[in-house]
């Protein structure tokens, strides 16, 4: 298939997808009778949460899982099994990532502040008031869906959140764009960086697209050096799934909650989150080099 014609038939697929996602939206929205979240105040629809975390699920898979797999399957004639490159021979690969993006905490930390620090030049000063007004509205309606107060609550947000956004995110960017962009002989990191940054971009949120691109970019080489998507999908379930435990933790463990964020923003565990990073992105890397010649031999 034709690079050109084979991006206009996947970017043909996710706004079908999405649209008929947009619509299922739309009715069960006005039939329920939900009122947006811009206009309630805390936890003032605790019987329509449940249902609102069904529509951010259904958006998820409607923009990202099913317009892939629609594509992969049917224009492709790929199975799901081709996704990956390789097998997973280890589970502990799987582990190690998981493991760095807990310890790369501190360090991602570190980025969104600077990231949301950043100023505009003053000629783009209505530019920049837009962009975070915008950011702040979309930040509240995120707040609000994760004021988690029960452990039901708890495990629909880990689904919803931690789950099932990271898999299509994953199969969408890494499984089919950047793997298309390394059978078009991209060279490796350019395809792991092109895709980092078209995975920030689509989040449309400036003062958090470095964060956003830095995780990208750390799925990415997840991904290449594994040769298995589900290396990739595990790290990414791991940090959504720790942003709502943490959203948990505020709301119903507040003196925790923020014993924790004093000792990860100090120097100490900053240090320590690089060292640890770096040693076991290596130990990665080398471990998945080697089971890669073991196979080969």
């Not at 470095?210 to 799925?219: C, E, N, S, T, V």
Request: hydrophobic letters at 50%.
């Amino acid at each position: 298939m034709q690079k050109s014609s084979s991006l206009l038939i996947l970017v043909g697929c996710i706004f079908l997808c999405s649209a008929l996602g947009i619509g299922l939206g739309l009715v069960i929205t006005h039939f329920s009778e939900l009122t947006p979240l811009t206009e309630l105040s805390d936890r003032a629809f605790p019987d329509q949460w449940f249902l609102r975390m069904f529509l951010n699920g259904v958006s998820h898979v409607s923009t990202f899982l099913l317009p892939v797999i629609l594509y992969w399957r049917y224009f492709e004639r790929r199975s799901l099994a081709d996704f990956s490159w390789k097998k997973l021979n280890s589970p502990s690969v799987l582990w190690i990532a998981v493991i760095i993006v807990v310890f790369l905490i501190p360090v991602n930390q570190q980025i969104i502040e600077w990231n949301q620090s950043l100023k505009l030049p003053s000629a783009f000063a209505q530019i920049e008031n837009w962009m975070r007004k915008t950011e702040q509205e979309k930040s509240l309606i995120t707040q609000k869906l994760l004021q988690i107060e029960s452990f039901s609550e708890l495990l629909v947000a880990l689904m919803v959140f931690g789950v099932i956004g990271p898999i299509g995110e994953e199969v969408l960017f890494r499984g089919v764009l950047q793997r298309k962009l390394t059978e078009w002989h991209v060279n490796p990191v350019t395809s792991i960086w092109a895709t980092a940054l078209l995975f920030s971009i689509i989040h449309f949120q400036f003062y958090g697209f470095f964060p956003r691109l830095f995780l990208g970019a750390l799925f990415g080489y997840f991904f290449y050096w594994s040769g298995n998507l589900w290396v990739a999908i595990g790290a990414h379930v791991a940090n959504n799934s720790i942003f709502v435990i943490t959203a948990y933790a505020h709301y119903n463990w507040p003196s925790i909650h923020k014993s924790i964020s004093t000792i990860s923003e100090s120097t100490i565990s900053i240090l320590l989150s690089i060292s640890v990073s770096i040693y076991l992105l290596r130990l990665f890397r080398r471990r998945n080099f080697l089971m890669y010649q073991s196979i080969r031999n």
